[in-house]
């Protein structure tokens, strides 16, 4: 069984710059979550999709940070204007299904973000 | 919102050792608790997990504990190795109109001497 995919693996831009991170879940899993790991702390949730619905998208920076899962598959992350405290590890993660039980999470390698 | 507390950030020990990681969680409703371990540069790897309907459950060298009462749980390694070197994180969920938000620890860097 495929992973989660992501990319690009690394980035580095600009503070004020705009920059978009694109997330492949595992085939057939309806929850897709986008988490931020600054360093030496655990991920945060950002938004999380039940197929194309947000279901939780309390701790998603509105001003500067967006998010879409058009078809209810694959998603994208973005950010525009990048302050330097955006950088950190950006993590998609997907489930089948909502509820504990069926809820585990499995993890893509994440994108390693540099604001400068 | 709910909040997770883990302990120790850091912990050393021998190889062969044994080593004990505590999380504390605010929600009383959450009911489901996984452990991932993330080694350098890799992504989280769910290793194992709880659900609040039992209060023990062990995987190999690797076990989980809850107490609902207290609002805690630990994680258990025996017999650790080198390749257990890595950083654990702790979460708790509460499924809610059918879906689980994870809220994590800070995480507890294990390195394991040889």
């Known amino acids: 069984e495929a992973g989660v995919a992501q990319s690009p693996r690394y980035k580095i831009i600009e503070k004020r710059q705009s920059v978009a991170f694109w997330c492949n879940p595992i085939?057939?899993?309806?929850?897709l979550y986008w988490y931020q790991q600054i360093l030496g702390q655990g991920p945060k949730l950002l938004i999380q999709?039940?197929?194309?619905?947000?279901?939780?998208d309390s701790q998603l920076p509105k001003d500067r940070f967006s998010a879409e899962r058009l078809k209810g598959v694959d998603s994208t992350l973005k950010i525009q204007p990048a302050k330097l405290e955006d950088s950190a590890v950006y993590l998609c993660?997907?489930?089948?299904?909502?509820?504990?039980?069926?809820?585990?999470?499995?993890f893509g390698p994440g994108t390693r973000l540099l604001v400068l | 919102g709910e909040n997770v507390e883990q302990h120790p950030s850091t912990l050393s020990v021998q190889e062969g050792d044994s080593a004990v990681i505590k999380c504390t969680y605010s929600?009383?409703?959450?009911?489901?608790f996984p452990w991932y371990k993330q080694e350098l540069g890799k992504r989280p790897q769910l290793i194992i997990d709880?659900?609040?309907?039992?209060g023990e459950k062990k995987d190999q060298r690797i076990a989980v504990t809850l107490n609902k009462t207290a609002k805690h749980f630990s994680l258990h390694i025996t017999e650790t190795q080198p390749e257990d070197s890595a950083v654990y994180f702790c979460a708790a969920s509460r499924a809610n109109s059918g879906y689980s938000t994870l809220t994590f620890g800070k995480g507890t860097m294990l390195l394991v001497s040889p």
């Open positions: 993660a997907s489930s089948l299904a909502g509820g504990a039980g069926k809820g585990t999470q499995y």
């Open positions: 929600d009383s409703a959450s009911n489901y």
């Open positions: 085939s057939g899993h309806a929850t």
């Open positions: 999709f039940q197929n194309n619905g947000v279901v939780d």
């Open positions: 709880i659900r609040s309907n039992v």
